[in-house]
């Protein structure tokens, strides 16, 4: 079973940078497309940002293009979401997810195409 462990989480002020974590085991991690989503309170999970299993390729919500950037690193089993200039529209719960490539639709951007994610790290950005 594939588990997946976010971290890197917390506080920061207006302006500053985290790095996020996820970990996975349980998989062949570099046949996995992955990506992370977020979610604040009151608000659907939305779409952040997607690397494909091969890492060529990446994609992000308009919102974040610029300031946030994915990357994998399959010899750690590990995707990373580099976040600069963060705001405080940027608090919310950060979840990485994946999918296998074997069968994938392709829609990077909603949540339902992934079969398994992790259980969030908070993000809180102040202002």
């Known amino acids: 079973q594939v588990q997946l462990v976010e971290s890197g989480g917390g506080l920061v002020q207006a302006g500053g940078s985290l790095r996020l974590s996820c970990a996975a085991s349980?998989?062949?991690?570099?046949?996995?497309?992955m990506g992370w989503f977020r979610q604040a309170p009151g608000k659907d999970r939305e779409f952040v940002a997607h690397i494909t299993w091969i890492g060529g390729l990446t994609y992000y919500a308009d919102s974040v293009k610029g300031r946030f950037t994915i990357s994998r690193d399959d010899a750690k089993n590990t995707v990373y979401l580099q976040m600069n200039s963060l705001e405080a529209e940027n608090t919310a719960i950060y979840y990485c997810?994946?999918?296998?490539?074997?069968?994938?639709?392709?829609?990077?951007?909603?949540?339902?195409?992934?079969?398994?994610w992790g259980q969030g790290t908070q993000v809180t950005v102040s202002s």
């Open positions: 997810a994946a999918v296998s490539r074997r069968g994938w639709s392709g829609r990077y951007y909603i949540a339902n195409e992934y079969d398994y």
């Open positions: 349980g998989c062949t991690f570099s046949v996995y497309n």
